[in-house]
């Protein structure tokens, strides 16, 4: 005579999960969901504007300090692990790319721009030579911790090395005279003057701030990037200059004609 065996099974509920995936063997994976939207503006360190902190950032190291990333959940206290019985260990959290740094977003960078020494590479002993460096806000899309994001690069500051050991830090990355609509040989908050004859090697190197968008609005990167610009050579000659009654036009062969 067979006996059959009857087994009674208790289910004990379970929290519904909204992240499943079919893995076609019959079971389930967790989905890692993005994080949520946040406030961009929490982002930019010390409660500032986007525009304060840019300013700020072109000459203080501090204001790029890492930050933390608001609304994270509190760890329970040992008190509260003693009383209470263990919960279920949550689902992985998502990669917050709002958590990334510099160092993880320079593979972005946009390549050294060059700098152009006015007029034409030559300059005139005791008389501004022009520089202007070619540098823009960057924007490029790419991945943070396995998230899309975008990531902008913005130039803050400009220091600038003439080459005979006189260096200049700016805000601005120069303007030409012709943009300026001033004479050659005009001063401006990027020129230098060389006060010998020679060829000098001119560069500049540039320090950038980033920011990144996953979707819920752009964020601040801690940290700043330096670029530096390949050189340039100056040729810097000793003009004698000297009173005449006319001109070369009038009097070819005068001095200096």
């Given amino acids: 005579m067979a006996i059959e065996a009857t087994r009674t099974e208790t289910t004990t509920p ?20 993005p994080p ?24 203080d190291l501090a204001c790029t300090a890492p930050i933390t ?5 509190p760890l329970p206290s040992t008190e509260q692990a003693d009383q209470e019985p263990a919960e279920p260990a949550p689902a992985p959290a998502a990669p917050d790319p709002t958590t990334a740094t510099i160092d993880d977003v320079a ?35 790419g991945e943070i911790f396995d998230v899309p994001v975008t990531v902008r690069f913005t130039p803050v500051s400009f220091l600038f090395d003439y080459g005979d050991g006189a260096t200049r830090e700016t805000t ?30 001119a560069s500049a190197t540039i320090r950038y701030v980033a920011e990144a968008d996953a979707g819920g609005g752009w964020f601040a990167v801690p940290g700043i990037l330096e670029i530096d610009t390949p050189t340039t050579v100056i040729r810097v000659v000793d003009v004698d200059t000297a009173l005449v009654e006319q001109t070369c036009d009038e009097d070819p062969g005068g001095p200096g004609c």
Avoid: K
């Fill in 14 to 33: 379970r929290a519904p999960s909204r992240n499943t995936n079919n893995n076609g063997g019959g079971g389930s994976a967790p989905i890692l969901a």
């Fill in 107 to 141: 593979q972005f960078a946009p390549a050294p721009p060059g700098v152009v020494g006015e007029p034409d590479g030559f300059g005139v002993v005791g008389m501004p030579t022009n520089f202007v460096v070619g540098a823009t806000e960057h924007t490029v899309d």
């Fill in 172 to 201: 601005t990355p120069g303007t030409s005279w012709q943009d300026l609509d001033v004479p050659q040989f005009t001063a401006t908050d990027t020129s230098h003057s060389y006060a010998e004859p020679g060829e000098y090697e």
């Fill in 69 to 73: 990333a608001p609304g994270s959940a």
């Fill in 36 to 59: 949520p939207p946040r406030d961009p503006n929490a982002y930019y360190p010390g409660g500032r504007t986007r525009d304060q902190w840019l300013a700020d950032c072109a000459f």
